[in-house]
């Protein structure tokens, strides 16, 4: 862990106060916490603390970014327009690359080229581009499109996922067509492959496809079915393999609960039922088809499942991720919804538990048709909100959410945002930057208990490049009540100190609180606030402690280097006085 050396020093040297909550005289509940930190579970993968691109990426450290959305399945890399849909009235422009530098709009693949210099800028490792998949992508004609402007049409040009012939520096944008593996090619020699420092890590195979004759109903009209699905994914996965086969594959990209369990009612979903009774919903079709193509190809095509999940749980008020904040019954419908994910005593307010919830809780339902149709296959939630970016609520269920994702081995996850979302890009600077200076969760799961506490959830983690520290990040759901967190860590290790962080409040940034010292018998209490996040940065002898030790000492060198100095000039200055 980084240590905030300097920090660490002026609060020495200048005795600064730290900040502590405000807490009401409200009643408390006690909550009996231990934590094992060398008990290890898993390593926790960094890219689920990522974003989808047009967030503010100085406010927050993300571990992953995706470029996707319904604007990329029309682009036109070559001249990068790219069309709204039903977004906004069907319209073709340049939306993906306003704000760009006259320089850069200018250059074919400007979107991707741009997602690539951010990653860059911003210090985040994995990138995640999405590719075309629907069969077209807008021409040079902008503006807004009607029914009789759908493709085929001069509006649309058809997307070919093998050139067949020798690539172009540039494309050429008066053949017709659209090349994707000129496109991956170009992008190489701009940015470089997915081993290289500034190249894509991971290709999407397109963007909701359930919901193209929807969306997309002037580029993709009719309803996308089960095997059109799978048999483009399958051609396009294999042109990402054969250009980079260090790349990882994302599919399918699904938008939610109905597609996962019939591809929003497929036409031939009963046909591809009975070919396999085992089938139980699309995902198990997607990922057995993907793996007879892969092992026919003698290779991997899908390296990671590909999802988005919206909460689709409705509050006290029958709305779903309402902002009715002064609602405990809308606010504890938010926090509770991120239950739908593990837990099977939680049926949540929605059309899903109306329709049976036959898939929840969702994530052990996804590993069980990972682990039997295509073993090894990674999970990715590419698009997800649980709603409340403006709340502290937003925040509590955004960490727990990424404590969920950690405990449950998600491989990778960035947040769709909405106009509000300072809570909740601070909930996930509590995992990856809690004291602003990079200092992270940690990269190994370990045990952690809270009993039958129904308002707290607690995530710890150790740090395989510190053996002195590891972290806890405890969320207090209860929305009026602060809670005394009784917290005892199992190890033979002595533990001395603990650094506190948190969110709660009205404010949205991360508060350093008073620390705990002096932990007696690997034991000590913390009164949470009511509605938070905090976390615990717990040292022994050798961490935190020795810094702030070693500082000390070294302050007291040097002053006492400077001490000896004035006494040798001062005894100078007399000898020269009295000769």
């Known amino acids: 862990m ?21 807490l009401s005289a409200a009643n408390e509940q006690t909550v009996e916490i231990t934590v094992s930190p060398q008990k290890e579970l898993k390593e926790i993968s960094p890219m689920i603390y990522g ?3 047009g967030v503010d990426l100085d406010a927050v450290k993300a571990g992953a970014i995706r470029l996707g959305g319904n604007r990329l399945t029309g682009y036109n890399w070559e001249n990068n327009a790219s069309n709204a849909g039903s977004d906004y009235r069907n319209i073709s422009d340049m939306y993906l690359v306003q704000g760009l530098s006259d320089e850069l709009k200018d250059q074919p693949g400007a979107a991707a080229l741009a997602l690539s210099e951010q990653a860059k800028e911003h210090d985040i490792p994995y990138t995640l581009l999405t590719l075309q998949m629907a069969g077209y992508v807008v021409s040079n004609k902008k503006g807004s499109l009607k029914e009789e402007d759908k493709a085929p049409s001069e509006y649309w040009l058809p997307v070919v996922n093998r050139k067949g012939s020798e690539f172009s520096d540039l494309p050429d944008t008066e053949d017709g067509y659209v090349y994707t593996d000129e496109y991956l090619n170009y992008l190489f020699g701009k940015v ?3 081993d290289s420092e500034t190249g894509f890590k991971a290709y999407a195979l397109d963007n909701e496809p359930a919901l193209w004759n ?27 393999k054969d250009m980079d086969p260090t790349a990882e594959v994302f599919g399918p990209a699904l938008y939610g609960y109905y597609a996962y369990v019939r591809l929003q009612d497929a036409t031939d979903w009963a046909e591809m039922t009975a070919e396999n009774r085992d089938y139980k919903w699309f995902i198990d079709c997607y990922l057995d088809k993907m793996k007879q193509a892969g092992d026919s190809a003698g ?7 590909d999802l988005h999940y919206y909460t689709e749980a409705k509050g006290e008020c029958g709305e779903r991720s309402c902002s009715h904040y002064d609602n405990d019954g809308c606010v504890k419908a938010r926090l509770d919804s991120v239950r739908s994910l593990f837990d099977p005593n939680y049926k949540e307010n929605s059309w899903i538990t109306d329709s049976g919830a036959e898939f929840f809780p969702l994530l052990p339902k996804l ?19 649980f709603g409340g970016g403006d709340h502290i609520s937003g925040a509590v269920a955004e960490a727990d959410t990424l404590g969920i994702f950690a405990r449950y081995g998600v491989y990778f ?14 909930a996930i600077n509590m995992f990856t930057d809690y004291d602003g200076e990079g200092s992270s969760f940690g990269d190994v799961l370990t045990q952690s208990d809270c009993g039958e506490a129904e308002d707290i959830s607690v995530y710890c983690a150790a740090r395989s490049d510190d053996e002195n520290s590891f972290t806890v990040i405890v969320t207090n759901r209860s929305l009026h009540d602060q809670t005394v967190a009784n917290i005892t860590v199992d190890s033979d290790k002595t533990y001395t100190d603990a650094q506190v962080f948190s969110l709660y409040g009205d404010d949205p940034q991360i508060q350093e609180l008073a620390a705990v010292e002096g932990i007696e018998n690997n034991a000590f209490s ?12 717990i040292s022994k002898n050798g961490g935190n402690t020795a810094v702030i030790t070693a500082l000390i000492a070294a302050a007291a060198a040097i002053i006492a280097v400077a001490a000896v100095f004035i006494i040798v000039k001062v005894k100078s200055k007399k000898a020269e006085k009295s000769s």
């Open 2 to 22: 980084k240590k905030r050396n300097a920090v660490l020093l002026a609060a020495l040297l200048t005795a600064a106060a730290v900040c502590q909550p405000a």
């Open 51 to 53: 974003v989808n691109t």
């Open 192 to 194: 470089g492959k997915a």
């Open 214 to 240: 929807g969306t997309h109903s002037l580029l993709h009209p009719e309803k996308t079915t089960c095997s059109e699905l799978i048999e483009r994914s399958v051609d396009l996965a294999s042109v990402v």
């Open 299 to 305: 290779k991997r095509l899908l390296d990671v499942l």
């Open 367 to 385: 590993q069980e048709s990972i682990d039997k149709f295509y073993p090894d296959t990674k999970l990715a939630f590419t698009e997800y909100n």
């Open 413 to 426: 996850a960035s947040l769709w945002s909405f106009d509000a979302n300072e809570y909740q890009l601070s």
């Open 526 to 537: 913390y009164t949470l606030p009511a509605l938070s996040v905090t976390e615990f940065v």
